[in-house]
């Protein structure tokens, strides 16, 4: 199969048909890590924390909010990952990073930092516009 060539080709390729690559959030982006970065660190720390008491119901809890730290963490690095990969997505992408920003509160929000800075990252990647 041959490839299209000449005038019509180009005015064709360059005309409204074609998506126009987007820029990604850059500031939402680095917030959104910065914030998974925390609130998995802590969430490791709690985790850890939690193994070295010996075992009980409280010890338990402490251990499972560590587990939703580390979860919590990872989420926000793929969020932050598909909006720099996904920019066209930049207003769902940012409601999840704020919902599991506040959700992280109930594993300790990486120090309150964490909780911070993915919040102002979300809002970031919401009101961004692409132009």
């Known amino acids: ?10 005015a064709w ?3 409204e048909l074609l998506p126009e ?10 917030l959104a890590f910065v914030a998974g970065l925390l609130i998995l660190i802590e969430g490791a720390l709690v985790a850890g924390a939690a193994s070295a008491i010996p075992s009980s119901p409280a010890a338990n809890l402490v251990g499972d909010l560590g587990g939703l730290g ?18 066209d997505y930049h207003v769902i992408l940012g409601v999840l990073v704020l919902v599991i920003s506040f959700v992280s509160l109930f594993s300790g929000g990486g120090f309150f930092l ?3 800075l993915g919040v102002i990252g979300g809002i970031l990647a919401i009101i961004h516009n692409p132009d």
């Open 1 to 10: 199969m041959s490839t299209p060539s000449g005038a019509g080709y180009r």
């Open 13 to 15: 390729e360059d005309s």
């Open 21 to 30: 690559e987007q820029s990604p959030p850059t500031a939402a982006v680095a």
């Open 70 to 87: 580390i979860l919590f963490g990872i989420l926000l690095f793929i969020f932050a990952a598909l909006l720099w990969s996904k920019p």
């Open 114 to 116: 964490g909780l911070l």
